[in-house]
């Protein structure tokens, strides 16, 4: 059986407190207010996302929910604000349920870091560069505008993200920058020199092994803050911005593809 979303078992979850707590409250008689109600939904659910295993930050999203719910709904808010609300963030993370990979936005040193793994700068010659998952397009118009011999290339599936990078690149002149609206999986990855990801832990494993399936030998795959499982990178650099991220750098040498598993 195929294993339901994180989203969608939260939710399930959610449900099956809110039953199990009304179910509760009528055997004994209590009668606590909604926001008490709220509450004890909000410590079942938490208690069933533990047992089940998921990710400790789902754990706060669970305690919270109904809280939060019951006290927005005591506020008297106008529908309209809850509906422009959802449409905006349905187009910056738009497919977020299903790949499990948020907006997350690199930092100016992480920009300036990845300058160090571009191609030396030949003759004539040009070097080509991905960003899967390129957000805003800060990391394409960056090394766009330091290494103008190279080609950049970014993906992104959230349409406000797409719009705005694209956007940024037409009316920045940025010639040799171009970004797809699209899903990562469908980039061939043998044309880049330099593949740069900055997405999640989950689909790391996946993405390595269509690195290793599609990437030439001497060519470059990047990941930012997140490792890939069991695969130690060929190098790591340690950045001294906010997030203290590190890049996770893997070279490519034409192994067999059993041996990236």
Known sequence: MKKLPPSVTALLLQFAAFALTLLGVRLSGLQPTPLAFALLCGLAATAFSHFIGLARWWLVIQLLFAPALVLTL???IPPGFFLATFLIMLAVYWSVFRSQVPLYLSSNKVWRALEGFLPDAKMGACFTFIDLGSGLGGVLTHLASTRPDGRYAGVESAPLPFLWS???IRLGGYRRCRVHWGSLWDCDLAQYDVVFAYLSPVPMKQLWQKARAEMRPGSVF?????????????ETVQVDDL????????RMQGLPLENAE
């Open 74 to 76: 005591a506020l008297d």
């Open 243 to 250: 997030h203290r991220s590190t890049l996770l750098v893997w």
């Open 222 to 234: 990047i990941s930012s803050t997140f490792a890939v499982p069991d695969i130690s990178p060929d």
């Open 166 to 168: 694209w956007l940024r």
